[in-house]
């Protein structure tokens, strides 16, 4: 049937159609009800469907995640056990700000008795403070021979406390050197300090 045979068919006698035009017609009236119903219906039970997909698909990954912590619940608890054991131990190695001076002077005697005489010994003014702990620099400059202001660095390195040399620089002259340096030594903050610098962090963060 071609197209003009279309053209010559009268739509007040449809049911008069030859079998051909009246199948194609009810297919076209099939095909647009679908394509609506596409449209105005199933697209967003589409997208619905699609959004449970990908949520599925996500629990699952935090499922199989949360599973493996569970099974490995155990050791988990170990491992956070032997790291505050071994933070606490390097805590204790942190003064606090009683016993600064007692580490200052210590680090003082620590020259004098290997007969290095201290040019210049000035801790910084000001702390630099973290988290947990306070951090302070003491610009040192001894003047001395090779082996005692190497068993100097080794009788800091020995002290109880945390105490690190940074920033060497070391002059010879005639065979007496002189060393300047940054010794840092650090000290733990006491609770009053440490809500102080959460305070401080929480102000900072609000005006980012």
């Given at each position: 049937m071609t197209l003009d045979d279309f053209r010559r068919l009268n739509l007040r006698e449809v049911g008069k159609w030859p079998l051909g035009p009246r199948i194609v017609v009810l297919l076209a009236i099939l095909i647009a009800i679908l394509a609506l119903a596409g449209w105005f219906d199933w697209k967003d039970q589409w997208d619905r469907l699609t959004s449970a997909q990908q949520?599925?698909?996500?629990?699952?990954?935090?499922?199989?995640?949360?599973?493996a912590k569970a099974i490995n619940y155990d050791l988990y608890v170990q491992q956070l056990a032997e790291v505050n054991q071994a933070f606490g131990a390097l805590v204790k190695q942190l003064p606090n700000r009683s016993e600064i001076d007692a580490l200052l002077t210590d680090i003082n005697q620590a020259g004098l008795g290997r007969g290095l005489q201290f040019d210049l010994f000035r801790p910084a003014p000001q702390e630099k403070m973290a988290d947990f702990y306070a951090e302070l620099p003491i610009a040192i400059k001894i003047t001395g021979n090779y082996h005692d202001i190497g068993a100097f660095a080794s009788d800091v390195a020995a002290l109880p406390r945390i105490v690190t040399l940074n920033d060497l620089s070391i002059a010879n002259e005639k065979g007496t050197l002189t060393m300047d340096a940054v010794a840092k030594t650090f000290r733990y903050l006491d609770e009053d300090e440490i809500a102080k610098q959460r305070a401080l962090a929480r102000e900072a963060k609000k005006r980012r």
């Open positions: 949520d599925e698909v996500r629990l699952k990954a935090q499922f199989v995640e949360k599973k």
